[in-house]
C-alpha cells in the first residue's frame, strides 16, 4: 500500500476546475488583492465582496460570474482546511502543488496565510463552518415485505433519524431540527464504504 498522503482538499472534479480556472488567471496582482481580501473579510465575519465590488472583479480578471464564484469558494475552501487542519504555510504550498496549482499562484496563497493564518484560525475556531452540528443519531432496523399477502421476500430496511442543532439560532424551537433518512442494505453498505475512506484520509492527514 502506498503511504503517499492524499490531498488536504479532496481533488475532486470540481476543486481541479477550480485550480485551472486560478492558474488561468494572468493579472496576479490583483489576484493576490482578492486572496488577501478573502483571508481579511474572514477574520472580520463580513461579506467578502459585494455585488458592485463581484462586478468590477469580473472586468479586472477577465472572468464570467460562474467562473468568479467556483474560484472564490474554492480559495475559501483552501483556507477553511488549512486552518481547520492547523497546517503551516510549508504545508499548504506542498498541498496547492499536489493539487496542480501553479507556482506564482501557490505564492500568493502562501503568502496570504502568513499574514492571516493566526487571527483567521481564531475566527474560525470560535464560529463552526457549519451553520449546524449533529447532536445525536438513533437507528432501527425493519423488515419490509415485498409481498404484502403472503409476506415472501423481506427485505431489511434501516431508518436514522439525525438530531441537528443550530447554535445560532435565538429561536428556541428551530434550535433543534430532526431528519429521518432510510437505507436498504446496499445503500447502507455504500456509505459505510465512503465513511472507511474518509477515515483512512483523516488518517494520512493527522
Same mark, same amino acid.
Given at each position: 500500500m502506498s503511504n503517499k498522503k492524499k490531498s488536504l482538499f479532496g481533488n475532486t472534479t470540481q476543486f481541479k476546475s477550480a485550480i485551472e480556472l486560478i492558474n488561468s488567471i494572468e493579472e496576479d496582482e490583483q489576484f493576490s488583492r482578492v486572496i488577501l481580501? +478573502? +483571508?481579511?473579510? &474572514? /477574520?472580520?465575519?463580513?461579506? %467578502?465582496?459585494?455585488?458592485?465590488?463581484? $462586478?468590477?472583479?469580473?472586468?479586472? %480578471?477577465? %472572468? !464570467?460570474?460562474?467562473?468568479?464564484? $467556483? /474560484? %472564490?469558494?474554492?480559495?475559501?475552501?483552501?483556507?477553511?482546511?488549512?486552518?481547520?487542519?492547523?497546517? !503551516?504555510?510549508?504545508?499548504?504550498?506542498?498541498?496547492?502543488?499536489? &493539487?496542480?496549482?501553479e507556482t506564482n499562484k501557490i505564492k500568493i496563497f502562501v503568502n496570504a496565510w502568513k499574514q492571516g493564518r493566526s487571527e483567521y484560525t481564531k475566527q474560525l475556531m470560535e464560529k463552526s463552518i457549519a451553520p449546524r452540528s449533529l447532536q445525536e443519531i438513533n437507528w432501527s432496523l425493519h423488515l419490509q415485505s415485498s409481498n404484502k399477502n403472503t409476506g415472501r421476500d423481506k427485505t431489511p430496511i434501516s431508518f436514522f433519524?439525525?438530531?441537528?442543532?443550530?447554535?445560532? $439560532?435565538? !429561536?428556541?424551537?428551530?434550535?433543534?431540527?430532526?431528519?429521518?433518512?432510510?437505507?436498504?442494505?446496499q445503500q447502507l453498505f455504500r456509505l459505510y464504504e465512503k465513511f472507511e475512506r474518509l477515515q483512512e484520509q483523516l488518517d494520512q492527514l493527522i
Open positions: 481580501r +478573502i +483571508i481579511k473579510r &474572514s /477574520i472580520e465575519g463580513v461579506q %467578502l465582496f459585494s455585488e458592485k465590488e463581484q $462586478t468590477q472583479l469580473l472586468s479586472a %480578471l477577465s %472572468l !464570467n460570474n460562474e467562473s468568479l464564484q $467556483t /474560484i %472564490l469558494a474554492a480559495s475559501n475552501f483552501i483556507f477553511q482546511q488549512s486552518a481547520y487542519f492547523g497546517i !503551516n504555510s510549508e504545508s499548504l504550498a506542498h498541498q496547492l502543488k499536489s &493539487s496542480g496549482m433519524e439525525f438530531q441537528l442543532k443550530d447554535p445560532d $439560532t435565538v !429561536n428556541e424551537e428551530k434550535k433543534k431540527d430532526n431528519f429521518i433518512v432510510e437505507f436498504n442494505h
